[in-house]
């Protein structure tokens, strides 16, 4: 059983250790590090929810790949960013940018959530009020309401 578990961990943390091939490394550690930094950021837009640091897709070696051509080149990594972006569309940032066309995903969320909140708080008060509305007693029911309160008191 134990040699299952080590064999399956074993597997699984060993696929993102290979996703930036030894070939695709850059031989300046410098501008390696730059490379990672800026692959951390972008998606990969076939397996979406990863970079494309830690993807085994081919699309995201090649991206990987026109990353390390674009900062040997001489780009800034904001460089890199924006000709990514302007290739792939913003779909490629993990982090979108706060623009009018994302205010949506900003803000969304907790405008719901206001939303959500309120409509819960109307309706728990609604039932309250109607039922105290719609309530009339009797003169013999009154008299004994009164006399119970005035037990209590």
Known sequence: MNRLI???????LSTAAL????????????????????SQALRCVVCQNETIDDSDAELAKDMRVLVRERISAGDSNEQVVSYMV?????FVLLKPRMTANTMALWFGPFALLIVGAFVVARRLRRPATQVAEA???????????????????
């Open 6 to 12: 080590i064999a399956t961990a074993a597997i699984l």
């Open 86 to 90: 302007q290739r792939y569309g913003d």
């Open 135 to 153: 309530v009339t007693l009797s003169d013999a029911e009154a008299r004994e309401v009164q006399a119970m309160k005035d037990r209590a008191s």
């Open 19 to 38: 996703a930036v091939l030894p070939g695709e490394r850059l031989t300046d550690p410098t501008m390696e590090a730059r490379a990672r930094e800026v």
